[in-house]
């Protein structure tokens, strides 16, 4: 009883004096542990939102927190005025891993396609950036722009000018769309919000192709696709290609703020002294966090597991027969679920049943948990997705 007070409470304040923003169900996460998280009452969830794929080693790992608490007692915020050990050597790290050269670091992933855009812009003198229908790039005026949804713009207008939307997964639609003022194409590997849309195995070569022949940048939009998540540290080196930049943020620090936009050498030297800049940007609370997410990524052979646990977890879910079911997609562990209908029903009674899942654009369930699922977690939370969904048949 206290407990159901304390949380009727705790949502009565947010309900008073918070913004309304977001829509939430009345369940307080107060901790968790490896893919599990626990309410203010107790009850115990198995986690496959992982914080919307940010929980990258799990929650509540205690040598994560020794790491970082480590970092807090040292300093917290010296600030940019000054050099800092945890930021160089995690844009090594970075740089060696994706083959690209120069880091750029801000606090989330929508900062760091806004230093992506303004970076393609000045280093190429030119405005037009082609993104795709059904991407989403962040909330901040230019990857707003850069993002499709009318709905999430319309009331915000005016958008930053000179972006155009084509065709995901059709390089002629690209072409087409190139002009004199084209600065770069930006794109998401797999299209994460719009439901875990994965494109054809060619279709990053194709674009590689197509930016080299016109000069053009390619720009990826990894932030939630990067950090080991679909098998590899970066999805597009299972295309074997390398963009001209790409934008990171979500699982990097296994779940503290940090954004990161990692550039060739050539196009990052065009950003120079004043450029671009952010008070809390590579704080080396967040960096810290990050060089031990990507030691520990490497170490455990999270990717590894990732490709394994997410084959695993798309054929378990392949096996549910049910007309609800359209389509089960995926790579590693970005996996969806599309649905013939809306699935907030089927959201809302496995949280009852103590799993967590997540929907994408209406129709999709969307799983994205923490890298270190084992088989056993992945059958337990089919035994509960498999019930609620053939109650709905
Ligand atoms: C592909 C992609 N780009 C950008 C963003 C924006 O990131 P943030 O919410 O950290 O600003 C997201 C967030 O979901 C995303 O999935």
């Known amino acids: 009883m206290a407990n159901k007070n304390n949380t009727e409470r705790i949502i009565a304040l947010e309900k008073k004096h918070m913004m309304q923003t977001y829509t939430r169900p009345a369940v307080i996460i107060d901790h968790g542990n490896g893919c599990y998280v626990f309410d203010k009452s107790g009850k115990k969830y198995i986690d496959l939102v992982g914080g919307i794929a940010t929980c990258t080693l799990g929650h509540g790992n205690k040598e994560f927190a020794e790491a970082v608490k480590g970092q807090i007692a040292k300093i917290t915020s010296p600030s940019n005025l000054y050099h800092s050990e945890q930021q160089a050597l995690l844009a090594e790290k970075l740089s060696n891993i994706s083959g690209l050269d120069r880091c ?176 809390f940007g590579g704080n080396p609370v967040s960096c810290s966090a990050a060089n031990f997410t990507i030691d520990e990524i490497i170490s455990k052979k999270l990717m590894k597991n990732a490709a394994l646990m997410g084959d695993y977890l798309i054929k378990k879910l392949k096996e549910i027969d049910s007309a609800s079911i359209k389509e089960v997609r995926g790579k590693g562990l970005m996996v969806g679920m599309e649905l013939n209908g809306n699935g907030e029903k089927i959201v809302n009674k496995c949280l009852e049943k103590g799993l967590l899942v997540n929907l994408a654009s209406e129709k999709v369930l969307r799983f994205l948990p923490p890298l270190t699922i084992t088989k056993g977690i992945i059958d337990d939370s089919i035994i509960i997705l498999r019930e609620v969904i053939e109650n709905e048949d």
């Open 104 to 279: 750029f670091f801000s606090n989330s992933g929508t900062e760091s396609v806004e230093a992506a855009i303004k970076l393609a812009r000045k280093h190429t003198g030119k405005s037009e950036i082609i993104a795709m229908k059904h991407g989403f790039h962040g909330r901040t005026f230019g990857s707003l722009a850069a993002t499709w949804k009318e709905k999430i713009k319309a009331p915000f207008g005016p958008m930053l000018p000179g972006f155009v939307h084509v065709d995901y997964n059709d390089i002629k639609a690209v072409e087409k769309a190139i002009s004199k003022q084209t600065a770069a194409v930006i794109v998401e590997p797999i299209q994460g919000e719009s439901g875990v849309i994965v494109p054809s195995g060619r279709y990053l070569n194709q674009l590689r192709e197509t930016c080299d022949k016109h000069g053009i940048l390619l720009v990826l939009d990894e932030i939630q696709t990067a950090c080991g998540r679909t098998g590899k540290f970066f999805a597009y080196q299972h295309a074997c290609i390398k963009p001209n930049i790409v934008a990171v943020a979500k699982g990097l620090a296994n779940g503290l703020p940090i954004g990161v936009t990692i550039a060739t050498e050539k196009v990052a030297k065009s950003f120079g002294k004043g450029d671009h800049g952010s008070t």
